[in-house]
Nanobody, 127 residues
Framework: QVQLVESGGGSVQAGGSLRLSCKASGDTYSSTGMAWFRQAPGKEREGVAGIILGVRSTFYDDSVKGRFTISQDNAKNTLYLQMNSLKPEDTAMYYC????????????????????WGQGTQVTVSS
């Protein structure tokens, strides 16, 4: 089992920045990939940034490329999402997710890949 706890959300004006953190605990060694997803009211959950652990290959949705950066700190068992140049359309609940040993069978932004999810942290961007 893996436990994920997100933090760092909040309210900012357009153009501002936030850094989300996701603290992982438990059997983290079994995960091959982690990602950040978001879900706005009335919309489906969508992947915004993902990382293949170990090789640290990163992936971004087109809507956040050049503005968001995903990174990991192995020593702290923590995943980060640096969000710059925030837009009102970035407003959503942001979730951290971690896969299991078979995670590689799915694409990085496929929700079926992920066995473990955090509780979410709200990001609100005002114009």
């Amino acid at each position: 089992q893996v436990q994920l706890v997100e933090s760092g959300g909040g309210s900012v004006q357009a153009g501002g920045s936030l850094r989300l953190s996701c603290k992982a605990s438990g059997d983290t060694y079994s995960s091959t990939g982690m990602a950040w997803f978001r879900q706005a009211p009335g919309k489906e959950r969508e992947g915004v940034a993902g990382i293949i652990l170990g090789v640290r290959s990163t992936f971004y949705d087109d809507s956040v490329k050049g503005r968001f950066t995903i990174s990991q700190d192995n020593a702290k068992n923590t995943l980060y999402l640096q969000m710059n140049s925030l837009k009102p359309e970035d407003t959503a609940m942001y979730y951290c997710a971690a896969d299991g040993p078979r995670g590689g069978s799915w694409s990085i932004f496929d929700t079926f890949r992920y066995n473990y999810w955090g509780q979410g942290t709200q990001v609100t961007v005002s114009s």
